[in-house]
């Protein structure tokens, strides 16, 4: 069983900055990806970032250029790197492993508040 656990979530005013972690029990070079997706109320979730296990990343359109995803040397910690925070990036952020088979992980979320 794979356990995700988040952390640094929290209040942030606009055009501030905010960093994620998520460790995981597995490491992501015996997973496909490793990734964030958030949830904002009254929305679907949506992938904000992801890496995969040959290290190519993905972004949603909304995030690029201000969001940044990376991973340590061993690839059970993922990092998401948040600035020039906007208040439609406040949403609940999930993390995420995908298995080589395609099976979704999830973390238990934490809330990110993009506010003044």
């Known amino acids: 069983q794979v356990q995700l656990v988040e952390s640094g979530g929290g209040l942030v005013q606009p055009g501030g900055s905010l960093s994620l972690s998520c460790a995981a029990s597995k490491s992501i070079f015996s997973m496909y990806s490793m990734g964030w997706y958030r949830q904002a109320p009254g929305k679907q979730r949506e992938l904000v970032a992801e890496?995969?296990?040959?290290?190519?990343?993905n972004y949603a359109d909304s995030v690029k250029g201000r969001f940044t995803i990376s991973r340590d040397s061993a690839g059970n910690t993922v990092y998401l790197q948040m600035n020039s925070l906007k208040p439609e990036d406040t949403a609940v952020y999930y993390c995420?492993?995908?298995?080589?088979?395609?099976?979704?992980?999830w973390g238990q979320g934490t809330q990110v508040t993009v506010s003044s």
């Open positions: 890496r995969t296990r040959s290290d190519s990343t």
């Open positions: 995420n492993q995908k298995s080589l088979t395609l099976f979704n992980y």
